[in-house]
Nanobody, 124 residues
Framework: QVQLVESGGGLVQPGGSLRLSCVASGGSFSINAMGWYRQAPGNQRELVASITSGGGTNYADSVKGRFTISRDNGKNTVYLQMNRLKPEDTAVYYC??????????????????WGQGTQVTVSS
């Protein structure tokens, strides 16, 4: 199983910034796409941003121009730089990754993993 561990959440005032990180580990694997999702109380989980192995990015309209997703393939890490934060950005942020992992009993197989989530609260 490929595990994802997020960090970097916290409490920030409106207009402030935070940087989230997510590290993947767990055997021999290659990652295709990585992404950040968020879920606020009473809402469905929604895509915030995603990035392919080649660096192609996609953003939710609500965060375009404020958030930047990036990745370090050598470190199996994806980042989310969040600037000009708004109270409506308050949510639990989850990391997601998919790719292929080596299993000793049968070679490479696809995987999809989620992190445990990190709380981001934007409030004065």
């Amino acid at each position: 199983q490929v595990q994802l561990v997020e960090s970097g959440g916290g409490l920030v005032q409106p207009g402030g910034s935070l940087r989230l990180s997510c590290v993947a580990s767990g055997g021999s694997f290659s990652i295709n796409a990585m992404g950040w999702y968020r879920q606020a109380p009473g809402n469905q989980r929604e895509l915030v941003a995603s990035i392919t192995s080649g660096g192609g990015t996609n953003y939710a309209d609500s965060v375009k121009g404020r958030f930047t997703i990036s990745r370090d393939n050598g470190k199996n890490t994806v980042y989310l730089q969040m600037n000009r934060l708004k109270p409506e950005d308050t949510a639990v942020y989850y990391c997601n990754a998919d790719g292929r992992r080596w299993y000793s009993d049968g070679g490479y197989r696809p995987f999809g993993s989620w992190g445990q989530g990190t709380q981001v609260t934007v409030s004065s």
